[in-house]
Structure formats: structure tokens, C-alpha cells
């Protein structure tokens, strides 16, 4: 599978795009002009590209488009929004005129429902934005929504679905995983998980 991947260079994303490639699947490895792209996969194609301003040709050639990027905790509300609402999307957007297809949203626990009182309300608002437009986008997708994220490799012993302890821990190793998972995997379309790992 041609698989593209936002935030590639991420801390989640860059587990991903090794594991994917580590298991045969040819990476086209989305990335900003300044991210250092040295741990990519040798193979890994890689595509020059900003969220917020993205070219109508950004996802040519993907079978499955994977967003696992962010704005990042440090931003603005604005950056917040212009990056994890509109830029997925706008991802959403380029994947399914591309014929894509499917599409996995990396999204996060609270994303359903976002607590106004929250001091994440503007970001889970952001990501419930983008999950429900992926969901009306008429394309094939998975949305996984880790609780916690630990920069942990984890053992790949994970839980998903209701049963999932909303207080638990998520390693990004894991998380990687599920989307890797969630990219070729039919038994996991169109539905929204939660996750968590359990050791």
C-alpha cells in the first residue's frame, strides 16, 4: 500500500511511518520544510507540505492517508484550529479528490463530547470538528482516540473500545501500531475507537 502520513516526523507519526515500512507498505512521508526527516524510513517518499496551506495534488498517489499530526500543546487557539480542524480537513478533502481509500484520524479521548471547561476545550473541540467532516466525507475511515500519550515504545497490549479506562495511558508505540493496523485492516472500517495500553 502507498501510504501517506501528516505529521510524519511526529513522535507518533514517526513510529508509524518505520513500523509501516518495516512491514512492506511504501511511505510517502508528509512533512514542513523545517522538520528533520533523518529517522524516516531509507525508502520513504517524501512530500514538502504545510496543513494549513495545502496543494490540491498533496495526496496523489496515497492509497490510505493517515493524519497523525498537531498543532502541538505550546500553540495558539488560532494554530490550534488552523492545524488539527482545518487542516485535517483539508487533508480530508485532497484524500478523497485523490481517490484514496481510506482515511485514518489519529484523534484523542474527549473528542466525542469536548468539556467546555476544559483546559483542552479548544483543542478537543478542534479534533471533534475534524472526526465528524471525516465521518460525512463519504470516505472510508478509522478514527482512534488514545487516552493519555506516554513517549513509551509499549508491548502492544492494547484495549480498544468502550472498555477503555478514560484516566489510562496510551504509549505512542502502541498508538502507532493501531493506526498502522487501522491502515490495512477491513474489520476496523468505519468505525471510532478508544485506546489505551494495558502494560
Known amino acids: 500500500m502507498n501510504v501517506l502520513i501528516a505529521g510524519s516526523t511526529g513522535n507518533t507519526g514517526l513510529r508509524l511511518s518505520n513500523q509501516l515500512a518495516d512491514a ?6 508528509l512533512h514542513r520544510g523545517s522538520s528533520d526527516t533523518s529517522k524516516l524510513p531509507e525508502n520513504a517518499q517524501l512530500r ?9 495534488e498533496v495526496c496523489e498517489g496515497a492509497d490510505v492517508v493517515v ?3 498537531g498543532s502541538g500543546g505550546g500553540t495558539s487557539e ?5 492545524v488539527d480542524r ?6 480530508i478533502d485532497k484524500a478523497a479528490k485523490a481517490g484514496a481509500n481510506r482515511f ?22 478542534a479534533k471533534h470538528d475534524a472526526d465528524e467532516y471525516l465521518k460525512a466525507s463519504g470516505l472510508s475511515y478509522t ?6 500519550l506516554t513517549d513509551d515504545d509499549g508491548q ?3 484495549r480498544l473500545g468502550d472498555d477503555v479506562d478514560p484516566s489510562g495511558k496510551a504509549a505512542r508505540g502502541d498508538v502507532a501500531a493501531i493506526l498502522a493496523r487501522a491502515a490495512t485492516d477491513d474489520a476496523m472500517l468505519n468505525k471510532t475507537f478508544l485506546m489505551e495500553s494495558m502494560g
Do not use: C, W
Not at 512492506?24 to 512521508?29: D, F, T, Y
Not at 504545510?50 to 496543494?55: G, I, K, R, V
Not at 482545518?86 to 487533508?91: E, F, H, R
Open 24 to 29: 512492506g507498505h511504501h511511505v510517502i512521508a
Open 48 to 56: 514538502q507540505a504545510d496543513l494549513t496551506d495545502l496543494s490540491d
Open 67 to 69: 493524519f497523525a499530526a
Open 78 to 82: 488560532e494554530m490550534t484550529e488552523k
Open 86 to 91: 482545518d487542516g485535517a480537513k483539508s487533508l
Open 104 to 125: 485514518v484520524m489519529l484523534s484523542s479521548v474527549g473528542a466525542d463530547n469536548p468539556d467546555p471547561d476544559s483546559e483542552l476545550a479548544n483543542y478537543l473541540q
Open 143 to 148: 478514527i482512534v482516540r488514545p487516552v493519555s
Open 156 to 158: 502492544r497490549n492494547v
